[in-house]
């Protein structure tokens, strides 16, 4: 089972209505094919209701464990919603710096 798909098991368990897991390591440097470093997250669930956002990201960072660590996923955009909160979009991540150049 490769590293997307572990992630999205383990997100499973905030029993999310909504979750869509981005794989985004072909945008960042050292980047080559099957590589997978960086991920965006856009969850919603009820769990998430009245906590404030740092305390969402710890139940996200909670539910990956050991997922998160250097050898295995170097970075973790969340997008971490309250049901009511939810629009429907999930935001545009940022151009990486180091990215590989299209030539």
Known sequence: MNLEQQLVERLQTLAPSHLQVINESSGHGGY???KESHFKVAIVAECFNGLRLVQRHQKVYAAAGDLLAPSRIHAL???AYAPQEWQGEVPASPECAHAPKSE
């Open 32 to 34: 080559f094919p099957g």
């Open 77 to 79: 955009a969340i997008h």
